[in-house]
């Protein structure tokens, strides 16, 4: 059941989500600092990010750690994606509908099996990584740009594990703990219809 109203979720997000264009116009996009200043500006970032976070500690276990790295390696990827300049159709959709995804797996307090849960995020994260790769221009210092949004994404994942286990620890019993999780999800599904009204 949990599933399936996940599975609704992501696929009603995928049709009514529309471009934000969340992307444009970012200020500089060369160097460390720059990119590592980038994730920290947009709303889709932190609720993504953080969403990410909170969904790796409610898995726990292995999926604490697999979850967010999975995110950073698949985010690593579509920016040197992105970097060379080749298109991906719907990648501002996608960041859209990755925002509907996260939020109705913790709505739905889903538990996936580790590498399930680590390969559905890293999809999602492959888009995040175009739209951060195709910002940097020709000669541009691309490396460092990558490695200061790949760490500040970093620091959101964590800051989201955190929030999960306060979460977890603030639930002392478990029909609490899955009620604090889905506020967390309802929160980011708010947002994500807020940024498809933008």
């Known amino acids: 059941m949990r599933m399936r109203i996940c599975a609704m979720l992501g696929i009603l997000g995928s049709l009514l989500a529309t471009p934000a264009w969340a992307h444009v116009g970012v200020g500089p996009t060369s160097g460390f600092s720059s990119g590592a200043l980038h994730p920290l500006g947009g709303v889709d970032h932190w609720v993504a990010m953080v969403a990410v976070g909170i969904w ?17 390696a698949s985010m690593i990827l579509g920016s040197l994606v992105g970097m060379q300049g080749r298109a991906v159709l719907f990648a501002e959709t996608g960041i859209l509908a990755s925002l509907v995804f996260f939020g109705g797996l913790l709505l739905a307090a889903v538990s996936l099996p580790v590498w399930l849960g680590s ?15 195709t910002e940097v221009p020709p000669g541009a210092m691309g490396w460092s740009y ?23 620890r603030g639930g002392d019993r478990l029909r609490r703990r899955d009620l604090l999780v889905r ?6 599904l708010v947002l994500a219809v807020g940024g498809m009204r933008a």
């Open 56 to 72: 790796a500690r409610f898995l726990g276990g292995r999926g604490t750690l697999m979850v967010p790295l999975g995110f950073l």
């Open 146 to 168: 990558v490695l200061g949004f790949v760490a500040a994404t970093a620091l959101l994942h964590l800051l989201g594990i955190l929030l999960g286990e306060g979460l977890l």
């Open 119 to 133: 390969t559905l995020v890293a999809l999602f994260a492959f888009f995040h990584g175009h739209a951060h790769g």
């Open 183 to 188: 506020l967390a999800g309802l929160g980011v």
